[in-house]
């Protein structure tokens, strides 16, 4: 399986589970907990959901509405300034969108609702080679990151890039097409496997890439000494 965003968070709710089990999967830009992204650090991340339910609203209304508009951004903006928030679902869509309503109605920590929707706590003994691209700006990195932690520690064979994208991107998404050609050339044609350690992320500022075994890399500690006329004196 293949795919990123949504696409990737539906290889996340079939790959633990499949029998018999997958050749491989590429969960670029998702998380295997997708309720996280909904409410980060316990606040509801009211702007992204707001602009998906806006794009899918439309979507399932057979309007054309793939990538937001400026004329969507500054009807969202709009629909944010109203109260009650439950109803800013018409405002961006033109209908009420089921996905909204969950969303606003289901906001408590610990809501049992999503837990068909999370697989966080899946067995990740059960994945096949996993294959991950995201990006430093995307709003699924920290879950990612996570994920392809708890993944390796498992076990798993995985690999990760993280460049210098938000989420979408044409960069992004151009990554994503190279590592999942590659990645389905190797695991279901018998191609060579991708070069290269197992991590490769951008370094921000210096507009280079590095390469590590493992993610997060190993800590290292740096230690000078102090010149003798500026170092304190002994006890």
């Known amino acids: 399986m293949t795919g990123g965003s949504y696409l990737g968070h539906t290889q996340w709710a079939v790959a633990p589970y499949a029998d018999p089990p997958l050749r491989s999967v590429s969960l670029n830009i998702t998380a295997a ?15 992204n959901v707001l602009n998906w339910t806006g794009l899918i609203g439309k979507q399932e209304r ?8 400026l004329r969507q951004m500054a009807t969202m903006k709009r629909a944010l300034r109203k109260i009650p928030l439950q109803a800013a679902d018409v405002d961006v869509a033109g209908a009420p969108v089921a996905f909204w309503r ?4 289901h906001a408590s920590p610990g809501d ?43 076990g798993g064979t ?15 998404l151009r990554a994503i097409a190279r ?15 991708p070069l290269g350690p197992p991590v490769r992320v951008f370094l921000q500022k210096a507009g280079t890439w590095l390469d590590f075994q493992e993610w997060p890399p190993p800590a290292t500690v740096a230690t000078r000494l102090l010149p003798t006329r500026l170092r304190p004196p002994q006890p």
């Not at 907990?33 to 702007?47: L, R």
């Not at 049992?112 to 996993?130: K, Q």
């Not at 389905?184 to 044609?189: I, N, R």
């Open 158 to 172: 995985a690999r990760l890039i993280v460049g210098p994208w938000l989420h979408g991107e044409p960069g992004e």
């Open 102 to 105: 969950d969303f606003v109605q």
């Open 179 to 193: 590592q999942d050609v590659a990645w389905l050339e190797h695991h279901l044609q018998g191609g060579p496997p």
């Open 33 to 47: 907990k997708m309720s996280a992204a909904f409410y980060q650090h316990g606040a509801p991340n009211i702007k």
């Open 112 to 154: 049992e609702f999503w837990a068909g929707a999370d697989h966080d706590r899946a067995d990740l003994t059960r994945l096949p080679p996993v294959s991950m691209v995201t990006g430093w700006w995307d709003l699924f990195l920290p879950l990612q990151l996570r994920d392809y932690a708890a993944i390796r520690a498992a």
């Open 62 to 69: 057979g309007l054309h509405a793939v990538v937001p508009s």
